[in-house]
Every structure is written in structure tokens, then in C-alpha cells.
């Protein structure tokens, strides 16, 4: 399983860092998940 940037639990932890609900290291490593949302947050999503 892959995630994007466009798939729906990336968009709801992408929400909660922004927000400030959560870290980006307290977001799972499940499958790529961490790492794209690292990348949302951080602005370097393709």
C-alpha cells in the first residue's frame, strides 16, 4: 500500500500537525504515511 499526498488519512494528519494537535514524529510509520506527510508539511510534495 501506497499513500499520496491526495489520500485521505495523509490529509487528516496533515490537518492535525498543522494544528498543532500533533508532532510530525508522533505520526505512525505505517507504510509511507510519516513520509509523505513530512513532505506535505513541509511543502516538498510533488
Known sequence: ???TKD???VKVWVS???????KVEQVPQLYNLKNVVTE???GTAV
Open 1 to 3: 500500500m501506497q499513500f
Open 7 to 9: 489520500s485521505g488519512l
Open 16 to 22: 492535525l500537525v498543522m494544528a498543532g494537535t500533533y
Open 40 to 42: 506535505v508539511v513541509n
